[in-house]
């Protein structure tokens, strides 16, 4: 008996998601207005009567917006022609990481990020600058962005994430000079509109994912709020890869 309910409560669902997906997609005139009457008189009287699936349905329908969302940002998610990209650029996968040089999870999540690198040989990485906690955090991105022009990156980008404590604007140019970057070119070209462009896209981006702290990951379909052990990342991109090759 709890069987057949179950599979009516899916079957109402199916045709409530169906509903909200002609209301946007079909003309009016789909469905008469008596038809239009029963059915949603069929999935009120069974979500009265069986109130435990709306946080399912709601969960869903929250799942299929944030899908929705990335698709339709992908060339800004995937091929803005700015954000550094690490791993294998030509990878089966691409992991996205939204992150700030302040943020101590950031710091904490930093050795999972490079094992993964450094295991994943299919694996793609975009790191999306997204300074929120700090003026120098904003410093830091736009000096991190500048590094690329040098190929010093990945190293500038450890060696801030590996700073214990806040980043000073100093300290930024000290961690600088240690990897080899030319500061006073680096310096110059951090004063590029450019580099303020591309934060506010960032910015921008996450807004618009509802990422609002760091670190905030993308994989697949997946936004994945804070910092998870190295073990729960690879399940998340195994999903991922085996989402992929079903499609």
Known sequence: MSRIIKKSGFLLLGMFFLMTSFASHAQENDFSSSQKEKINQMIRTYILEHPEILPEAIQILQNRSKVAKLAQNYTALYEDGFSYIGGNKN????????????????????????????????????????????????????AAMAAIKQGKYEEFHVAMLSNSGSLTEDRIFEIAKAVGLDVKQLAKDMTSPVMERNIKINQNLAQTLDITGTPGFIIGDTIIPGALPYEELVKLIKKARQQKNRK
Do not use: H, Q, W
């Open 91 to 142: 990878g089966d996968l691409t992991m996205i990481e939204f992150f700030d040089y302040n943020c101590g999870y950031c710091k904490r999540v930093l050795k999972a990020v490079e094992r993964l690198k450094k295991e994943d040989k299919n694996l793609r990485i975009i790191y999306k600058e997204f300074p929120i906690l700090s003026e120098t955090s904003y410093i830091a991105s736009k």
